[in-house]
């Protein structure tokens, strides 16, 4: 039998991925799977494995549920890893986004200054679950959702000896969901090039049926007839459809703080003074999820879950899983070591890509270079993850300024030293390396 360990186990996510696991048990007989946190997250842990447990039990299915806070028990002969833990909680997640604001930056959790502060509290951690899994199922695959997933996917590579590690995101499969919709057609039928960086991904090229469609949906996604496809964590605020149509690719939802940054910005201050950032109103919606949770009659994911800007994620995770553990060599888009399938990306960056999915890991599919216009922001972008993950991993003060300061969300080196300088001691308890 399989056995899969989930770190950050007391996530509200946790019963899509059990759903996930449950739907696939056929092709994918999972006997353990163990939800580890910390003791921060033990009420968390406790109610959320409960209802894993009912779950499981009303699709009677043979599959045992363990809730430990012993990490390294836990992770012992594991087949595969899933990370989704949040060092600090929300109430971290709250400052990322809020300090930026002060100085008039977006505040953002895997953007900007939040995106780095998520970095440096998340990089010790994962490094430390990598040094484990090493000694403890080293023959395992590391599944890690944790954001920034592709900063923290870039540092395992670049910063241990573990090759092992795929990096999920579900921006991908939703952009895939909304351009069916669009067309009226089944998700199945749709398939989508991808090419870029986790939260910095482009659908290059689009088919429907094997057809190339590309021009269409971008005539469709512009005509003023839809509403803008986004993510729940992200305001719908529309593109220009002269500048769509320009860029000939489909964007994510989190290309609007790069290149709608100002209206962005002014829309967080918004949103900030009438009903709290991002954080402070998934706070609330957690709070409502888990009420839901303890309830001993529900043993199902609750369709409240939606409302999580994630949701679908741990989809993406069971089918990737299913098509490794089988071996399907089916196309997903997931984060890996680019290995020269984005000529301008260096051959050991991670990079999220449509790719081949095999046993022995995904094997990414060359696209020969991105398109110009948008080269260079995935280029800077990458360097900043860089940066960011020496920072991380050394606890230099110098290598976080320059991280920052690279960033294309920061006006000035001046701006970055300010938000730096706040946020490291806002955040100090959960950056012990600085
Ligand atoms: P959450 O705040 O519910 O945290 C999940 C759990 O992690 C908590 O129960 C917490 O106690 C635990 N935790 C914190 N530090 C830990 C540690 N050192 N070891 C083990 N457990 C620890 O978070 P969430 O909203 O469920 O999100 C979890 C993570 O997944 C975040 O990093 C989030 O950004 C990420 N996420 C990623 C995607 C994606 O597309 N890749 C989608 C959704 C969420
Ligand atoms: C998106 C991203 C995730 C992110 C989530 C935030 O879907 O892909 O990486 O964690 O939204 O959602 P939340 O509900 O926590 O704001
Ligand atoms: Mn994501
Ligand atoms: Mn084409």
């Known amino acids: 039998g399989i056995k899969i360990v989930t770190i950050g186990g007391g996530s509200s996510y946790t019963p899509e991925l059990v759903e996930g696991f449950i739907k696939r048990y056929d092709s994918l007989p999972i006997r353990e799977l163990w939800l580890v946190d910390i003791p921060e997250g033990q ?3 406790e109610i959320v494995g409960n209802l894993a447990k009912r779950m499981v039990k009303k699709a009677g ?4 549920v363990h809730l430990t806070l012993d990490r390294r028990e836990a992770l012992k002969d594991a087949d595969f890893v899933t990370t989704q833990f949040r060092v600090g909680l ?4 709250a400052k990322d986004e809020r300090i930026p604001l002060k100085y008039n930056v977006i505040g953002q959790e895997t953007n900007g200054p939040g995106g780095l502060f998520k970095g440096l509290r998340t990089i ?3 490094l430390d679950i990598v040094k484990d899994m090493e000694e403890l199922c080293p023959n395992a695959w590391l599944i890690n959702f944790t954001n920034p997933a592709g900063m923290v996917t870039e540092a395992v590579l670049r910063h241990s000896n573990w090759r092992k590690i795929v990096g999920l995101c579900n921006v991908p499969i939703s ?12 998700p199945e039928r749709v398939h989508v090039d991808f090419a870029g960086l986790n939260h910095m991904v482009y659908g290059l090229h689009v088919y429907l049926d094997g057809k190339d469609v590309t021009k269409e949906v971008l005539d469709e996604m512009t005509s003023g007839k839809h509403a803008s496809a986004t993510m729940r964590n992200i305001a719908a605020i529309d593109w220009d459809p002269d500048f769509i149509k320009a860029l000939g690719a489909i964007p994510c939802g989190y290309h609007r703080y790069y290149y709608k940054q100002a209206q962005m910005l002014e829309h967080e201050h918004e949103e900030a003074a009438e009903q709290g950032t991002r954080a402070e109103v ?6 409502e999820l888990f009420e839901l949770y303890k309830d001993e009659n529900l043993d199902i994911k609750p ?7 994630g949701a679908y994620y741990s989809d993406a995770a069971c089918s990737l899983i299913d098509s490794m553990y089988n071996d399907k060599r089916d196309i997903q888009p997931v984060n890996t070591i680019n290995n020269g399938a984005i000529a301008s990306i260096p051959d050991e960056s991670a990079v999220e890509i449509s790719s081949v999915i095999t046993k022995d890991g995904p094997k990414p599919i060359s696209i020969g270079d991105l398109p110009v216009p948008v080269r260079g922001l995935v280029q800077q972008i990458k360097s900043f993850e860089r940066v960011a993950a020496e920072a991380a991993v050394t606890g230099d003060y110098d290598k976080a300024l320059l991280a920052l300061t690279i960033n294309p969300l920061l006006p000035s080196d001046k701006v970055a030293k300010e938000i730096l300088n ?9 950056l012990p390396q600085f």
Not at 90 to 93: H, I, N
């Open 422 to 430: 706040e946020m490291l001691e806002a955040h100090k308890e959960h």
């Open 175 to 186: 952009i895939q969901m909304s351009v069916a919709k669009l067309l009226e057609v089944e």
């Open 43 to 45: 009420e968390k842990l």
């Open 61 to 64: 299915l043979p599959i045992e």
């Open 303 to 309: 369709p409240q879950l939606e409302k999580r800007g």
């Open 90 to 93: 929300l109430a971290a997640r």
């Open 124 to 126: 010790p951690v994962i």
């Open 282 to 287: 998934v706070q609330k919606l957690e709070k």
